[in-house]
């Protein structure tokens, strides 16, 4: 492997993995929040010990989160100082206004988890809601950078050099909006599904109708429902985020979808892998005019292919696969949602059927899933550049040779991390079970976030 | 003052923050692991009251540091960026082992121990590393070809200066967190690990002034420029010797409230940090104009003006937002007799 390509895999690998717990680290706050606020509306103690619950485990996640995000934020550095140099010169913003963000959040997480018994109920929500919003953030402005890789803007380049730099208007780059959007609604969407894999297996495990049955129902119901409002929400945004391709980055479009002849009445392929000899996308569905409908709200509008650019600019082709495996995994988001909505709501029944049960199980990993293969789309599909039109990944990387050492030192760490975390998180709650916990909360005497920390 | 002298005042600033809430941290973290088997002294428990909630807090600083590195001086960065590849990434191993072993040990109480041994000792090896920054950026170790940059580690690893720093670092980091957890003691009523943390104190203290004279004597054999130019301000560096001594006699001379306890840490945490404060004033004068001995100086690596002004802009906005936020942390977890003087509460149920 040469160089660039290995510097690219670490810092992959540590991107991948940095945000199975970013993402729940933007979710699970939103879960907290919500059971917070429905333990003060409804004064059910189930909903205080699931959010005393999942704080704990949103803790432990943050113990890895935290660590590999200072990894990701001083690697960016240490692999791509070409691109950070740039970054620096233009887009600092978002950089140093995330900062003020996870100050936010952990000062005001170290409040509420040390300080919960200390501190009045609204004072803990305010600090909950701060944490939550500190997370939103974090996330919106890592994600502006990522925006303004695809869509730069707030600079212009003379002989070379930057010039002309106004940093707002790169902090506002186009694509901004709806990219920040997007992360934030999935990360949502995510966090709760996680929470109703969890919920949907514990109910399976347990007696129908039991007090343990119970308490996992609502943590289901409650996930379902968030869950499914940001699966449609993400839909929507998805739609708009494949419009800013047509618009910014046509290649990225063109390598998403297959398509190689620029053409009105562009077909919409559906699965199949894209093939270089034949220029087809092969063993997929094709729906007749429905990727210039989807791109320019027309049927006629002229969707741009792969042959009006130079080969060297081209997205590698496998891009299609993950752009549709991202897609389907919403897809089937959504309609596990509405599933769910209509045999609980609609036909009013109270118990889900076994296969469904399943489902939910499946719906997190699922949903972590379309995470992953929507970031490595977003990430490959710009490929050959760091900076669209502006810089090359070439460009960027380190001069450094001999980096494999350092991947494999990484990759290591980052799978005893993983597998700690699983390890220490399932052996807290197996030693803290829900029982413990509603038996804890009854008695007024022993503070429920100091009994067992 | 240039825009450039301001932005390097804040990066220096920072740097010296995050030095002291560093040392606390790593250092907390190796109090807790060397008394975790001494539990009626309740040193252990102090270490831990402190670092629980604030290591968060202090992560999110060497953070920030590197963020106003790239967003002020983007041609350090690249320079950086370079040659600390190793160094840096050996950084990040440790640090993140040492930050998830740490919350381990808190979630999984019966593996406390091995948890807090792991976390322990990854953490008071950071220090050392972190500060072989310092040595690197007095240029004897990079090697400028061309355009490119490269870190000659092996002379860096057989350095008598890169030991000296490793050696100041790690006695540092030692002696101010045992005297600031012999404060955090007294103000907790611990008097038991109070007594150990003032006795650690008073024997870390010599140390880590004798590794500082160490870093002298080796460094005016390998950057004869800075410690030229920090001989020019001597008469701070004695100053700064001044307030070691009266640190360390606000620990030996009785309390002023209570007759029977010897030390008043608060005062000696106090001049210590003044002594800190004193000699890194001197050591960043004298640093300057480089970032990267010879080849990067703060002019020449400053990012565009408007940049800055936008950076500088979210500074003044960013700690009026945070300021409150911290005077009510410190308030809960510095000052609260409730959180200070908590009874432990019963493990498990």
Known sequence: MDDILIARSLFGTTMGFHIINATIGVGLPLMILAAELLYQKTNDIDYAVMAKRWTKAFAVTLGVGIPTGTIAGVQLSLLWPGFMEVIGRVMALPFQIEIYAFFVEALFMSIYVYAADRIAPWMRIASLTLVALGALASAVLITNVHAFQGTPAGFRIENGELVDIDPWAAFFNPSFGVTAVHVVFTAYMTGAFIIATVAAYKMLKSDFGSNLYKFHQKALMASLIIGGIFSILTAANGHSAAQYLHEYQPEKLAGAEGLFETQKYAPLAIGGFTDRETESVKWGIEIPWALSFLAGNSFETEVRGLNDFPEEHWPPLFIHTLFNAMVGVGMLLITLSLIAFVWNKLLKKDKFPRFLMWLFVLSGPLAMLGIEFGWIFACTGRQPWTIYHVLTTEDSATTATNLGILFVLFAAVYVLLGVMEIIVLRYYFRKNTVTDDLNRAQQKEIPLYGSNT | ?349
Do not use: C
């Open chain 2, 1 to 349: 003052m240039t825009d450039a002298l301001t932005a390097i005042t804040v990066l220096w600033g920072f740097v010296f923050i995050y030095a002291v809430m560093a040392t606390m941290d790593f250092g907390a973290g190796f109090w807790s692991m060397v008394y975790i088997n001494k539990t009626q002294t309740k040193a252990t428990n102090i270490a831990n009251r402190y670092l629980s909630p604030t290591w968060e807090v202090t992560n999110t600083f060497i953070v920030a540091l590197v963020v106003a590195v790239y967003s002020m001086f983007p041609k350090a960065a690249y320079t950086l960026g370079t040659v600390l590849l190793i160094p840096g990434s050996m950084i990040l191993l440790l640090l993140s082992v040492r930050s998830a072993f740490l919350v381990f040990s808190n979630i999984a109480e019966d593996y406390r121990k091995v948890l807090t041994y792991i976390s322990g000792i990854s953490g008071i090896l950071i220090p050392g590393l972190l500060i072989s920054v310092l040595p690197i950026t007095h240029g004897g170790f990079v090697e400028f070809i061309g355009g490119s940059q490269n870190l000659n580690l092996s002379k860096l690893f057989t350095s008598p200066n890169e030991y000296a720093f490793i050696g100041f670092a790690v006695s540092s980091t030692l002696f101010l967190s045992s005297l600031l957890l012999a404060d955090y003691s007294k103000a907790s009523d611990e008097i038991h690990a109070y007594k150990v943390y003032r006795r650690d104190a008073l024997i870390l203290g010599p140390i880590s002034l004798v590794m500082a004279f160490l870093i002298m004597l080796t460094l005016r054999n390998e950057a004869a420029w800075i410690y030229e130019k920090m001989m020019d301000d001597l008469y701070i560096l004695i100053v700064s010797v001044v307030f070691f001594l009266i640190g360390g006699l606000a620990l030996v001379l009785p309390s002023i409230g209570k007759k029977s306890l010897k030390g008043m840490p608060r005062l000696a945490v106090i001049m210590i940090t003044l002594q800190y404060l004193a000699a890194s004033y001197v050591y960043g004068k004298a640093h300057l104009p480089y970032i990267v001995y010879p080849e990067v100086t703060i002019q020449s690596a400053f990012t565009d003006p408007n940049s800055f002004r936008a950076v500088f802009t979210t500074y003044i906005v960013g700690f009026l937002i945070l300021f409150p936020g911290f005077v009510y942390f410190w308030s809960l977890f510095m000052q609260d007799k409730r959180y200070l003087r908590q009874k432990k509460v019963k493990e498990h149920s």
